[in-house]
């Protein structure tokens, strides 16, 4: 393994675990990703490298992978409750209530949003990022915005109906 390329995806790993696990919502799709998308850097790399953005190219890839994960769906046996407890939420809940409600979405939403509002990337970078046209991108957008509004007013309602009784 190139030395230049080990240096690097080490010091970048929890960056695009981070970035990852936005983009599934799931900590261990997210490792299976970043995973696949460092096997895929490391064998381009030279060319990568002589590009000088390994970064960009990694998170590219990242959300490509996330998008079209959906193909591997039919492999895996989804269940209607997890197998175990989810974690101890440390964060505050408004914070959790996002975070499910950004899970919620389309994985190509979920992705216009994470990479406009986590990473602060332009309609034409995301453009570029996932490989379509600027229209799609602004479309995308609007969808997600009104469903994640819906999501939150709704869970505002039913916890206004808890506090309430």
């Not at 990852?20 to 060319?47: C, F, K, M, S, Y």
């Not at 269940?79 to 919620?104: C, N, Q, S, V, Y």
């Not at 995301?126 to 379509?132: F, P, R």
């Amino acid at each position: 393994m190139d030395a230049d390329f080990r240096d690097w995806a080490a010091a970048r790993v929890p960056a695009l675990l981070r970035y990852a696990h936005l983009l599934t919502g799931d900590a261990h799709r997210a490792e299976d990703i970043v995973q696949t998308a460092l096997t895929r850097t490391l064998l381009a790399w030279p060319r990568v490298q002589r590009k000088d953005d390994p970064e960009g190219y990694v998170r590219r890839t990242i959300a490509r992978l996330v998008i079209n994960d959906r193909r591997r769906a039919w492999r895996e046996l989804l269940t209607a409750a997890p197998p175990e407890p989810p974690p101890h939420r440390a964060e505050p809940e408004e914070g959790w209530a996002m975070r499910d409600a950004l899970a919620a979405l389309p994985p190509r939403q979920r992705a216009v949003m994470v990479l406009r509002y986590y990473e602060d990337m332009t309609e034409a970078q995301i453009a570029d990022t996932l490989g379509c046209s600027q229209g799609t991108v602004k479309s995308q957008a609007s969808k997600a915005l009104a469903k994640l509004r819906a999501r939150l007013a709704a869970a505002e309602a039913a916890e206004a109906a808890e506090v309430t009784q």
